[in-house]
């Protein structure tokens, strides 16, 4: 929920929609935009720095129209709302065949916890609270890595229960909000988080994807010696091609001086890492969950003290040799968490993907031609979205001849790159 | 046929092929390396400074290996090889119903003619040659943008004689050859053929491909401004967030000191935008055939005059203002024809996916795998092609834990990404 | 009043002294550095958001030790303290011979006036206390452009009261903070006022010394296109030499999003240049006082609205077209006034350069090697600045050997270079 | 004798001077560029490949106008005509007073050796040559460090026999030539001798003063991983600033894939550190002399092999490892031997030096302006080198308006800065 996603809602509310609206991250809403977007457009279940027991809450509440409403489109940033549907109607499936409730306990994942707990409180005052909204639901456009990831495995199970738009791999959104948001964000919350000076730095960037990429251009261009960490030969070569050392964390850990993984993985930094960091090294997440960093093993390190710098900047100093490091977000999305995310004009390219991604499924509801499966926006909306942002910074695109475009097998108002093209 | 080529053809050689090489560019062909190669591994049918009748005997002689034998596989580069193979079956199937010889007076295209004109007149003297050749063909590997483009026309208009392997468009090719190829020979060539100051200069990056791409960096680290033209909003985009202006070539004909073609289309720069153009401009191609700059409306110019300061670098001076204009590589691709083309290592990933392409068609061969259509290499062997790259460049890959490999779908040993992935 | 000047007055307590503290800028107090300050090294007279006459009185109180006290040294920014004393004896001076007391109203200048005005109203006061002040000063030493310019003034008018050492024109200053202090902190100042993204805009920089060196490189390398102005062909050769377009602010006004002033001089961007820029274009200062842009012009424009979106981001709306401007800190230095000034690791720099130049001054007070001039730090303890600041960066230098040192003619242990050297 | 020096010379012609011309270093004359000046505007001693004493000889010869003739003016690059005038001088006073000859085998430095030669076999004939000469001299101008530093010694020493400008240190000749130049030419050299791909390499550049800083930003741009070696810890903390690490050479000896030596000194690599590299590495210096490399160790070292690749890239084989390294153009400056020198529009700013200079010189010859001493150019005539080439790149400047002017202390028409000042 930031000042972009609130633009966003002002967007959806003017075509027509009624909107509730939570947030995908306990730390990225900046209250002025909930507050404003709440005063005229939309009901808002979100604050910065909630606890995830409210974070759960607030998903769930958002969700809630009454007893005879409920979404009919899901604009998801993450999955989670998709994430509550679906394990909603899985508990009042089993529910309904045999009166078991959903045990909290049966898993160690602590945020899972929370979401069981939601679902079985639920399940006791609706048990079909889910599968109505799931019989309404028109479909669900996402547009995070993670949250696509999660779709497709929906899809591979056969689980998924309504048409997803994967608004991820638009190449207006992953060539762009990933790699240009980053490479503007990632020094954006290191500068306000910590006001260290990026120039002479050694930095690490753990992968080397869109993301990876935007944040080890922005640490190489400010003047930082950046250092790879890469499990894929082709990323890694790109990294080395770039001037960029490619090693491993164990290589490099007690000689860097910032940290960021960017990896969609689990388990990059660990503890074992941070003990061996030097004094005040910076950790950071722009990837993904805050798993990226080992914030559980850090939490329970024996003898560790966590000192507040300032709200989500926190100095971790370990007993054995009375050396800290700083940890920016809780370990959580750091440009989300110390600044505020990307800039307008890259989140408008991806939104924009949202937006379309919602009327062609409004559009297309009644003609099935969207199946329960994840879905791809057609290039030449991809196209689209790019063109809508030439204007505001001055561009002046060439036209093809019709000799030209036949030459090349093109339609002259294309779209110009067969479907497997890169960019 | 560079040195590198030479090593691909050793490559090959060793590994228990039968050789004949020409080349894929009347100019590109290193004599130096053609005798290496003639005097050891393979028969040689290309010189530096052919005429277009001699690039064409040579493609013509090179694929004869006499009344019993003749290629099993072809290892393609712009796809002339197999576009003689194509006509001159089509001509034979025709010559077999009607008697009919090709009429090279039947197309206006003067390069087109010397081709009808070959099969002609080998027809004569041998009516199943090619449709022989066509038989016994396992396969053609193709790494061009240009020679792919010609594969899938077929393939389209089901014309298609044997299967083929799009090497162009593994990632190993497409993102490192024609980008950071690019990024080393554009300046490689602009420094020998003019030993021009880059600095300071305003240059026209007319496409922001791949190619596009590693040319527009190249100039622009060098101390030039670039302009970037494109049909295509998304890279036109992709440039803006780069800082390149994107114009039209009418906005900018006269302003402009470097003008570069990259866009594996045709009449880019005519003889109309070449009048108009600073004393001294630099006009170039690197993306594709000579037709991307409009040579035959140059020559055809009245009383423009053509001074040759050395071989590939002409000046014409246009009657009007006694102006001229330096033309690199007479239109033809200046990174071969006035520097040695892509340097070793990048040379050594697409070569070693040509390899790679050609062992797999062999293997295959029997099995019926690889129908007439085009292929591209699966993933993981795109991903080995970088793997045996990296330890050349002194990297340390990370290795994913089971527990990670699980959590992001993937096997521990990759491939890493979906087909989709961008890079 | 930053955290960097924090930790320069713990460091000159834990020398010794005893430190009273103002700023130098109306908004670039932090205050939670001023409070730590207050409450354990120093006498502090400051705080965020000063009108100009508590700036003054903040001033001149930080220079009252009370009857029998009064500062030794002198650590100056800007020149402000520098100034008032050197205008009291001025005053005094006239004072003691006609009786006349200094006039506010014999300036325009409405700064001017309140230093008159405070001068007047102490002169009633105590007629002698910045006669004794000069009479008991051993020294100043000076980090800024515009604070050395004032000095070499009086030193060629034969006015300068007491020794100066220009610390400004240490390499390790002004090559290092004004350059690179600025590239860090120029988008740092734009991000956290605007959270603009800087990719894909057109900036303009006023001038190409070193900070607007730092600047164009900053705002080039977050994917901006820069146009830098000029009056120094040197400085715009260099500029061109990087690939930045140089033309007059006339000709861009209309086209750009950013514009930046580092001139050091005054009337940069007036209200008319204003008035034409697109809508919501960014109009900041980095380079000196608010007088680089005309923001007298601009507050006193008929009809002109003023809308705080936040403090030190203001947007300013013409009448006749309804479009706004964003000024940002009020046309001040805007890495002070937006962000937190430069990073602790360049002001470390800056700051010993300070340290080393109070403890020459110290030292040599009785010795009369320093005189009523400017001087700036010998060679050698420059070189010692930058020596002192490898070690964290992890740099190992290389040593002479004798042979080598007597070959180019310096000592083994340095200076290296010869006084002209520039860097 | 590079195309730029030919124009220079014709410059020179135009403007009335009678020219004779030899070459400062035995690998860089471009000899159509010498047959064409031989050919209609000056006499020319030098060829491309000379041997050292060929290249002695030809400095003699161009020295000599006969009889009644001599140089009034030289322009100096690296000052051999000087220094051969003056150690001419020397010997000719000594052999004056003592009839005693210079001896050769008083020095172990073989070049000298041939100098003393010269010089004595001359004095036989004519033993008042060199002093005739010098009284006739108005003075030298010269253009390169290594040169300067001579002058300066010799004037320390007093024993500067003419007035001497030292071109070098103009702004627009050692910010401009041996920065942007450097830029330009160190990749075309690398490019031209070895088409070694340079992105992914680790290069070592030793020195990071301008020429350092040239090679450095290239190297980087191209995709390199760059390391510096430095003793001066002001240039070292300028490198660390740009992201770049800075060690010994010992620290990266064997790691390293292409040393390049720019620092003016001697005994940079040695022997020791060569047989240390890996297989294939790359050694080369646009420093200054062959002496920047231990050539001499090189070839003495027992058992090496040197096989010539083409003129001027060799590769030298150990007999230990029978691995090889690469050494450009005998360790003479590899963009002179191995690429064609610096880009016209630099070398044009450098040489627009030289003629102000000559210009300077001569019309203050009666004068007594100039004194046996050394002088640098004054800074409104290095402003003004810098405006005569703004044009050709189509910057605009800005004008200061006269109240301005006076504010910054500046006339409206410059010079603009301080001599302090560093760019």
Redesign the interface.
Known sequence: MT?QTAVLIETLTALGAEVRWCSCNIFSTQDHAAAAIASDSAAVFAWKGETLQEYWWCTERALDWGPTGGPDLIVDDGGDATLLIHEGVKAEEVYEKTRQLPDPSSTDNAEFQIVLTIIRDGLKADPKKYTRMKERLVGVSEETTTGV?RL??MQANGTLLFPAINVN?S??K???DNL?GC??SL??GL??AT????????AVVCGYG?VGKGCAA?L???????IV??????????A??????????E?VVS?ADIFVTTT????IIMVNHMRKMKNNAIVCNIGHFDNEIDMLGLENYPGVKRITIKPQTDRWVFPETNTGIIVLAEGRLMNLGC??G?????MS?SFTNQVIAQLELWKEKATGKYEKKVY?LPKHL???V??L??GK?????????K??AD???VPIE?P?????Y??
Chains 1, 2, 3, 4 share one sequence.
Not at 229 to 238: G, N, R, V
Not at 342 to 346: G, N
Not at 416 to 420: A, C, D, F, I, S
Request: glycine share 6%.
């Open positions: 000042i990831k497709y495995q791999d190449v207006t992953s060539k762009f240009y490479r503007h020094p954006d500068m306000r006001d260290v000076m990026i120039a002479g730095k050694v869109d922005a190489k261009q400010a003047g930082a010696r950046v960490t890469e499990i894929d030969p082709i990323c890694a070569l790109q080395l091609m770039e001037g960029l050392q490619v090693l491993t964390l290589d000689e969609g993985n689990k388990d600044a505020t990307h800039p307008s004009f890259v390219c791809v991809d196209e689209k790019a063109a942002h030439l910074l001055g561009a002046n695109l060439t036209k093809l001849t000799d030209q030459y090349i097998s294309g110009y790159k067969p479907p497997h890169r960019y």
